[in-house]
Structure formats: structure tokens, C-alpha cells
């Protein structure tokens, strides 16, 4: 990260975004824009289209020809491979721009965003650019005389709808397998986070991606993402974001062409803390990390701290001054651990929950307010509250900001309970110096990813992906081919 670029782009002004359809940049139908609003001043920092149903029925219409006529799923994966190489190397080298103009419009921390968001959307490109000429089909183990051939075709136009708190990281688990099997594309950002996709899909022509395998319509959910979601040229469609969309998302797909609909729903993370966990200190600095980085909206963030009975006090305490002393604020200074909260009704939704907590008499160990509000942009202090039960909304419902609550337990039984105790089933973690312990917890925790004596930080070679209403599906890793490519059987008699 150049700290000298990243100054000098902090004030560049940013043009008017444009959907990028078949190769080129367009406005709404209807001409109608968004206003984008830096969460980091509260300032108009551009526009974006407010797209239209057509502007949605467009990009498919540019999808479908593009994936029927073979411009991409028709070359060589090695082809495939070349271009979509190419196109990583595009996004390295415009990794600061990308990074600040990311921030700029939703709020992460730049230390954060410069890895999560070119970087990794560089390397996840380049991951499944790398795999695509290395799978092969399969020879099944028939009788003599027939010849059982399985091949792996690419599903035809997928539909991404993405959130805002990680764009292009999240854009690219989707994108870069979706690609690299042969798919085409559309792409739907987020209302609050529309800039960075809008400027991967240009970057990806530069790199020679045929006009109309990818293309980003922005503008809002109910209008674009649904018109995607109801398509009848849509064959998969891929979300990251809420339950309450995901359901939508499901009940679109019954009643338009049944498409296939991978859901990634966030969580209510579990983060159980053992009183044998090998060194509290560090468990305390990791999870303050894993809840309050991004002011919390990472989808799994590990939002419930549950603490064995005999440590709870002093770890609690431990966190609390790690919390207390983050440094919250402007985004794009090197030095802040917590950016912005992404918009004023996120900040005021997050404030609701805390508010609620209090008024039920839970008790606020540190934060629970608004801060730096004459900057203009909407920061929240790391917020822990204590002493909550399972049933309050503010331990069952994914808040997705810098909000943790804190619960005792005494036994492993009841640590289990209590993780297992929502509806959710995202990430966890374990702090044990116990094998035999973490291994058990592994298994009895309901989610998809657990980690031990940790928080976060998982590469590309592992899959990500929720159980229960955290969704279906996993993005990450080799399996995420599965989801782009359709099996078919050649059956031969010789
Ligand atoms: P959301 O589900 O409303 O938005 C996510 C995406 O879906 C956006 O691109 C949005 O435009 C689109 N969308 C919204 N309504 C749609 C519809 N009817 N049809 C099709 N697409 C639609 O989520 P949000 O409003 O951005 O955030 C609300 C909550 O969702 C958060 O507070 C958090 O709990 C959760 N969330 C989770 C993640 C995650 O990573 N799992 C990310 C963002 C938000």
C-alpha cells in the first residue's frame, strides 16, 4: 500500500458511475441516478444509475448472447486462463485507486480494505484462473461395453447480487469461478457500494474479457436484483447479504425458471473462549479484532462471546480495553483499526439494537453511541454488551456492526447450547489448549467454518459457506467450480 497514493486520491473526484452492459458504459434507461453518499463525511460523492428493470433485462439479454454463441465458454480453458491472468495483473496494478475509491464510497478501514478488496479480489481472479485448465472430466467405472463419460459444462448466465461491505472481495469468490468455468455474467452491487465492481467489469474488458460476459447493473435491490431474480435467462444465481432478501431471492426462483439460488446470509457467531485457552491475552486482542474490524460488518464476525464462568470478569475486562482503545475514524488513515459505519440507517439500525439491550437493563461494558458526529460520516464505538440472554433479539438477529455480547457458561455442554442456540450457522470459534476438547467442539458446533485458538483469517483454499439460515452452498476453494458447472453423463455402449 502507498500511503503517498492514497493521499493523493483521497480528494480525487470521481466521475459518474455508468453500468457496464455488452462492453460499454450506459446510464439508466430512464436516465435516473443514485446519489452516492461517503459514509466517511456524509458528502455527495458521485452518482451511480438507478437502474431500471430493462437496464436488468439488457445485461441478461447481453449474458445469454454471449454465453449462447461460445465468445467465452467456446475457448480453450487455457484461453480463459490467459485473459483472466491478465485482468488480475490489471487489478494489482490499480490496487490504490481501487482501495480508496472503495472506501471512499463504504467506509472500511484502508489497512483492511487494500487486502480484503483488490488484493484479494486479485488473487481469488487468479486462483480460479489457475485451476481452470486442471480439472478434468471423469471415466466411470462401468461394465465392459459402455462408457460412462462425465463431463463438466458451464451453467450458462449467472446473476451475482453482492453486498457493501466487501464488494470486490465478495464479487470476486462469485465472479472469479463463475468465469473461469465458462459462465457469463451479470453483476449487481450494492445501493452503498456500486464504484469498485463498476470499475473491475472496465478493467476486465482492458484485459480483453469479451463484451457481455460480465456486466454490472447497478441501482436498487427491489428493482434490479429482482428483475435478476425473476428472470427467466438467469440459470444461477449467487447472493451474499440478508435472510430477508434470501427468502425473496427463493421464492423469485419458484416462480420464474427454478434457477439454482446459493445464498450467503451472514451469521451470529459464536466466539467460546475456554478458562484453558492458551494465552487470554492474545484470545482477548484476536477477538476484539474479529468483532469490532470493519466496525463489524464482516459477515462472520464473531458477535457472541461466550466465556467459561471462572475467567469471565478478567477476560471481559481484557477485551473491554481492547476495545476501548481502537482507534476509530477516518477510513483512509493508515493508523485506524474501525472505519466508517456504512450508511446513516445501518448506523441507526445497529443504534437500535443497543438501545434496546439497554432498556431491558443489559449492561453496557463500553461504546454503545454515536462518535465523531460533526466529521459528518457515521462512526460507532466499539460497543461490548453484557449480562444478555439467548432470547434478546440483540443475541438472536445478526446486528452487523461493532456490537458484541458477552455470556457465561460453565460447562462444555452449555458452551455448545448456547453457540448452537440461533438460527444461524455461519463461523465459531474455539480457545482451548485441549485437542481433545477443540476436535469435540468442531464437531458439535453447527457452522460452517470453525476456527481454533483464532479468529478469521482463512485463505482461498477453504470453503466458506453457512448451515441453517446462514444459507447454502460455499463460495472459496475448488468447490466453489461446483456451483457454475453442471455435471453431464455421456452413456455409450461400444
Ligand atoms: P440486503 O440483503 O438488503 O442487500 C444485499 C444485496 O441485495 C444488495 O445488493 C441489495 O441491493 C440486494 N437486494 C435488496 N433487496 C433485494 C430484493 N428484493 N431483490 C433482490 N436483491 C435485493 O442487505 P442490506 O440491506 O445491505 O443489509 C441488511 C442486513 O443484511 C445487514 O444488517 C446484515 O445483517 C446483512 N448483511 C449480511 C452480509 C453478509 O456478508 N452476509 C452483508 C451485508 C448485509
Redesign the pocket.
Known amino acids: 500500500m502507498d500511503t503517498a497514493a492514497i493521499a493523493a486520491l483521497r480528494n480525487r473526484p470521481v466521475p459518474a458511475g455508468a453500468h457496464v452492459i455488452d462492453g460499454a458504459r450506459r446510464g439508466a434507461s430512464d436516465g435516473a441516478v443514485l446519489d452516492v453518499v461517503s459514509p466517511i463525511d456524509g458528502r455527495v460523492l458521485t452518482t451511480i444509475p438507478k437502474g431500471t428493470a430493462e437496464d436488468a433485462g439488457a445485461a441478461v439479454a447481453a449474458a445469454r448472447r454471449a454465453f449462447d454463441d461460445g465468445r467465452w465458454s467456446g475457448l480453450a480453458p487455457a484461453a480463459r486462463k490467459a485473459v483472466l491472468l491478465r485482468w488480475a495483473d490489471l487489478i494489482r496494478a490499480h490496487a490504490d485507486e481501487l482501495a480508496v475509491l472503495g472506501v471512499r464510497d463504504n467506509g472500511t478501514e484502508i489497512t483492511m480494505a487494500y487486502k480484503a478488496e483488490p488484493l484479494s479480489a486479485e488473487a481469488t481472479i487468479r486462483y480460479y484462473a489457475e485451476a481452470i485448465d486442471k480439472l478434468s472430466g471423469e471415466v466411470a467405472p462401468t461394465a465392459p461395453g459402455t462408457l460412462g463419460l462425465v463431463h463438466r459444462e458451464p451453467a450458462g448466465v449467472v446473476a451475482a447480487?453482492?453486498?457493501?461491505?466487501f464488494p470486490l472481495m465478495i464479487g470476486a469468490w462469485k465472479i472469479g469461478p463463475a468465469l473461469a468455468a465458462g459462465c457469463t455474467m451479470v453483476v449487481?452491487?450494492?445501493?452503498t457500494a456500486s464504484l469498485t465492481l463498476l470499475r473491475l467489469a472496465e478493467l476486465a474488458l482492458e484485459a480483453g474479457l469479451p463484451a457481455g460476459v460480465l456486466n454490472v447493473v447497478t441501482g436498487?435491490?427491489?428493482v434490479v436484483?429482482?428483475a435478476l431474480?425473476a428472470s427467466m435467462q438467469v440459470d444461477v444465481l449467487a447472493f451474499?447479504?440478508?435472510g430477508?432478501?434470501g427468502r425473496?431471492?427463493l421464492e423469485a426462483a419458484a416462480r420464474s425458471n427454478l434457477k439454482r439460488v446459493y445464498l450467503?446470509?451472514?451469521g451470529k457467531s459464536p466466539n467460546i473462549v475456554f478458562a484453558d485457552a492458551p494465552d487470554l491475552d492474545e484470545a482477548a486482542r484476536v477477538s476484539a479484532a474479529g468483532i469490532f474490524r470493519n466496525s463489524g460488518q464482516v459477515?462472520i464476525a464473531g458477535s457472541r462471546l461466550l466465556v467459561e464462568r471462572g475467567i469471565h470478569d478478567a477476560f471481559v475486562a481484557k477485551l473491554a480495553t481492547a476495545a476501548a482503545a481502537m482507534q476509530v475514524g477516518d477510513p483512509l488513515d493508515p493508523a485506524t483499526q474501525a472505519g466508517a459505519v456504512n450508511s446513516e440507517p445501518?448506523l441507526a439500525?445497529v443504534l437500535a439494537f443497543v438501545d434496546e439491550a439497554r432498556a431491558a437493563g443489559r449492561r453496557i461494558v463500553t461504546g454503545g453511541q454515536r462518535i465523531l458526529a460533526e466529521t459528518g460520516g457515521t462512526y460507532m464505538a466499539p460497543t461490548i454488551v453484557a449480562g444478555v440472554a439467548q432470547d434478546d433479539r440483540i443475541v438472536r438477529e445478526?446486528v452487523?456492526g461493532p456490537v458484541l455480547t458477552v455470556q457465561a457458561f460453565d460447562t462444555e455442554d452449555e458452551a455448545v447450547a448456547l453457540a448452537n442456540g440461533t438460527d444461524y450457522g455461519l463461523a465459531a470459534a474455539v480457545w482451548t489448549a485441549s485437542l481433545s476438547r477443540a476436535h469435540r467442539m468442531v464437531g458439535r458446533i453447527r457452522a460452517g467454518v470453525v476456527h481454533v485458538n483464532t479468529y478469521g483469517g482463512s485463505d482461498l483454499t477453504v470453503p466458506l459457506g453457512g448451515v441453517g439460515q446462514s444459507g447454502n452452498g460455499s463460495d472459496k476453494s475448488l468447490h466453489a467450480f461446483d456451483k457454475y458447472l453442471n455435471l453431464k453423463t455421456a452413456w455409450i455402449k461400444l
Open positions: 447480487i453482492v453486498p457493501w461491505n449487481k452491487p450494492a445501493e436498487e435491490g427491489p436484483g429482482a431474480a451474499t447479504g440478508s430477508a432478501t425473496k431471492l450467503e446470509l451472514g459477515c445501518q439500525r445478526e452487523f
